[in-house]
């Protein structure tokens, strides 16, 4: 039994650094090699795929505390009624939709659900949480390995397509901003946590390097979605984290907002970097994304309000796509039918992972990082392939069943 304890816990370690980095990695391997990305990523779905039915294979008797199976219970319940509602709309009106129904399904199935539910899953039947350390390193490596690869200005055919954020060709800023802001929640905490985490002063003192890195790569991809998340994360980490009283840990926050607020200004100073001019523009109103958001959030909530109860469709109105709002995208597509169970879920799982950030330094981590995501939900992504998201849904389920004694 302790044996199958282990291989479970390595497979849950393994599948959610796949998941969370799998596919930073896998375009920056293309962006080296040379080899073909959608091939590469073809092999790391498959990958995931097969780790998820090995995981979901070995789970036994599921073990759950009564909150814990009423949470999984309603999310469930969620991915029901969202998978049953797009067969509707495909039933109703096929030609509606920008996509083929196997294509909602095929993501929504493999990069969300499976991921989730396996993780969900070795939350019942384990008593470990997801090792800190090799997801901590394994998030310096990708995103430094990322940042040799990447660049702010991109062409082709000889024309300029791309200039003042860092991105690499097969991975948009949005989503190397959103590594980057894991690196930084892993490497605060690393450095509040290092005495619990029994951390070395060599892995220490790397936590600061990658933290720097880490808000270099943030800031030069431009990406303000992560960067209003992140602030908020952090915000909770500090305030809530009980060695904030004693001198060292008083001496480390001051070490983060330093070290936060020079890369900040060195990377505004910076003329190939966007950052400034993408906040101030949207404070001014005058960024075509930022206006492009609102019209497409103004899309889902006309649809939302059309049929309050069961929702109206898969893509809004305005700009024929997902409205890069999660919460938006639920009522639209389910109603309140489905934003009721899904909704209820996030709220319980979002007050327990804040809990965590006080109450767990050993698995609350994971907490952190489900903070982060859930607030970067309200700016990108979609439900079906918001593939980080739902792998760090199914790993509070290991945080939330794991005893405050547990170890990494």
Known sequence: ?????????????????????????????????????????????????????ILIYKSGKIVYRSYNKVTLTLLIIFWLIYLTRIAIYFTVDPNAPA?????????????????????????????????FTVTFYFAAASSLLALTQAGTQFYEDDILISHGRLMLQHLNPISLGRHAAILIVLSVWAI?????????KGTHYFAYFTLFAGMYILLGSGSRGPLLSLFVTILFIVALDNGTKTTSSGIAVIAIATIIY?????????????????????????????NTRYLSFSGAMSVFLEDPLFGGAIEEPNTNFYPHNIYLEVLMTTGLLG????????????????????????????GALLILHLGDALFAGSIYNSGQLWALIGAYFIMANCKFACRN
């Open 192 to 200: 509040l946590h290092r005495r619990e985490l029994e951390f070395s």
């Open 99 to 131: 996509f083929e129904i196997s294509f909602y399904y095929t993501w929504a199935i493999g990069v969300s659900i499976l991921p989730f539910l396996a993780l969900a899953l070795a939350g019942g039947t384990t008593n470990a949480a997801i090792g």
């Open 262 to 290: 020079f890369s900040t200004i060195w990377v505004a100073s910076n003329e190939e970097m966007s950052i400034y001019r993408r906040l101030s523009s949207s404070i001014l109103g005058s960024d075509e994304a930022t």
């Open 339 to 366: 934003a009721i169970p899904l909704l209820v879920a996030v709220t319980y799982m979002f007050t327990v992972s804040v809990l965590s950030l006080r109450h767990r330094p050993k698995t609350g981590w994971i």
């Open 1 to 53: 039994m302790q044996a199958n304890n282990k291989h479970t816990k390595a497979l849950a370690t393994l599948l959610f650094i796949t998941c969370i980095f799998g596919y930073t990695t896998v375009a920056t391997i293309s962006e080296i090699t040379g080899y073909d990305n959608r091939a590469l990523s073809i092999f790391l779905r498959s990958f995931i795929i097969f780790l998820t039915t």
